[in-house]
């Protein structure tokens, strides 16, 4: 549920329900944001640098977060009534931003040319999560990271199995969320360094997508270790 991206179940679902998923999006996250989630927002993105590349901007929680020298943001969304949204949020900020429909999937840079990709709460989104962490470790930079901070599947078997039943319905919702993917482990098998991940708990939101994890995974240096900018 992204940051909140629809990644390419937006295309697949119900367009009137996108619509008003992008609408109520922001006022259904209120909670968790103010009681917990904008603080690990905030922590988190002050880590960015150089040039960095945001997947599923969504209505775009993340902007008012960012380090304010930055090489160049660019914020990809693939899903249109969430872009629109973002361009209202846009409006009201003076930071010189691009916007960019892409997934995280196929993203448009070349290898090698990516300082840090941000990824909030949209690995839970994309169709093919280990194809979208190919494409981190393609256009991050040798010494570039993936700051990152997703669902994750509980650890507790009670929870883990009310993740399971509720998987369907959630995911029709809150436009393609797989509540119950073990992200963790995708992140820890993609080939990055992590430098660290620990978990945490949303509070303020339904139980099934409390379970969180933050961190930073870097794309290591082959000559002469990790390098970050």
Known sequence: MGSGTVQQAAAKGSKPWARVFAVVYDPFLWV???????ALRQDLLGRACGRTVELG???????RYYPGDLDELILTEPGAA???????????????????DATAERLPFTNETVDTVVSTLVLCTVDAPEQALREIGRVL???????????IRSQSPRLASWQDRLAGPWRRF???????????ELIRACGLELEYAVEASWRGMPPIVRPLIVGVATKRNGRDG????
Request: hydrophobic share 30%; glycine share 16%; with cysteine.
């Open 32 to 38: 968790g944001e103010r009681v917990g989630l904008g």
């Open 57 to 63: 901007s969504g209505t775009g929680l993340n902007l």
């Open 82 to 100: 969430m872009r629109g949204r973002l361009a209202r949020r846009l409006r009201r900020d003076r930071r010189r931003v691009r916007v960019l």
């Open 141 to 151: 930079r040798p010494g570039g990271r993936l700051l990152f901070l997703e669902h």
């Open 174 to 184: 809150a436009e393609g969320c797989h509540c119950n993917r073990a992200t963790d």
């Open 226 to 229: 990790v390098d970050g900018c």
